[in-house]
């Protein structure tokens, strides 16, 4: 995983994953496993990494929705959702259980 900065903001790397994500390349992420503070960064504008017992996440911003790669062993399944909620309560979900 990448190196992070004093902010603890990241820039996303498709070669240091071996499944194709659709996350932009040099997309800035912040870590987050509550609803909390996935939510947090996504208003700031970060995509978010998760990572819990059932894969790991990555969502970010786009347009006026959020998109979400789920992965772990398999392909990336993509999500798309509506609200800033959604995207957070479904990532938190994968990290919280």
């Known amino acids: 995983m990448s190196e992070s900065d004093s902010k603890g903001v990241r820039r996303f790397n498709q070669g240091e994953y071996t499944i194709p994500l659709r996350v932009p390349d040099g997309m800035p992420y912040k870590l987050g496993t509550t609803s909390e ?5 996504l208003e700031e504008g970060f995509a978010v990494f998760g990572e819990g017992c059932d894969g790991r996440v990555f ?3 786009v347009g006026s929705g ?12 993509p999500h798309h959702f509506e609200s800033i909620d959604e995207a957070a309560d479904f990532a938190a979900g994968l990290c919280e259980s």
């Open 59 to 61: 969502v970010w911003p």
């Open 66 to 77: 959020y998109e979400a790669d789920h992965f772990f062993l398999g392909p990336a399944t």
């Open 37 to 41: 503070q996935i939510k947090a960064a």
